[in-house]
């Protein structure tokens, strides 16, 4: 089962070894009581973990992000588009949380998937994903936009609009909501995304949908 090569993109960038965040500050979180949550170095996290269920399992992947610098988001589409154009078989992931602006947070929660907007083979794969959260990560709310006949929400982010291959943005929960950062933040959170992420991968490997834009 290898139907397809998967771009994995954890959002933003990582902490450098003499401690910067690189990434700007609306991209963590700091809690009353000072836990701070850091998107770039949690993406990375989940990405961590599903990188050995991959290997376990055969499924072929690409990393198209730096360990720690937060490339921008062109050189991280580039080397995509340059992987799909070898043999046309990539499928876009990128790896994101949620939060809501200032003055709201902590308002928002729950797991939401975006596409690209119109009808594309990233609306099935989205789909698959989706399906896959609602069985597995009953705990949390699942975010849908049905206006349009399907779960996922549709909007112009530059990697999702300038790859030529499917892609997927997935907001793994709100990380400026407690309850859904300290999942997040642990061992048996990021573990069970990671877990989910490698479902739903394998689903659609399994149902091997044609990709065409
Ligand atoms: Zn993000």
Redesign the pocket.
């Known amino acids: 089962m290898n139907n397809y090569k998967w771009l994995l993109d954890a959002?933003?960038g990582g902490i450098t070894n003499d401690g910067k965040y690189t990434t700007a500050p609306a991209?963590m979180h700091v809690f009353e009581d000072g836990l701070t949550f850091y998107?770039g170095v949690n993406?990375r996290a989940i990405v961590d973990r599903l990188i050995p269920m991959l290997k376990d399992t055969g499924i072929e992947y690409e990393l198209v992000y730096d360990q720690v610098l937060d490339t921008p988001l062109r050189q991280r589409v580039e080397k995509a588009n340059k992987l799909y154009d070898v043999d046309r078989r990539g499928i876009y992931v990128s790896i994101?949380?949620?939060a809501m602006p200032d003055g709201a947070h902590g308002k928002g929660s729950g797991l939401s998937i975006y596409t690209s907007k119109g009808k594309t083979s990233s609306d099935l794969i989205a789909t698959i994903f989706y399906d896959t959260y609602a069985e597995h990560l009953k705990e949390f709310r699942i975010r849908k936009d049905l206006s349009d006949g399907d779960a996922d929400f549709e909007e112009d982010f530059y990697v999702l609009r300038k790859t030529s291959c499917p892609a997927i943005l997935i907001?793994n929960l709100f990380f400026d909501n407690r309850r859904e950062a300290e999942f997040l933040m642990s061992e048996v959170g990021q573990q069970k995304i990671a877990k989910i992420l490698l479902l739903s991968i394998l689903a659609v490997e399994r149902m091997h949908p044609a990709l065409t834009l």
């Open positions: 959002g933003h991209k998107e993406n994101h949380s949620d907001e």
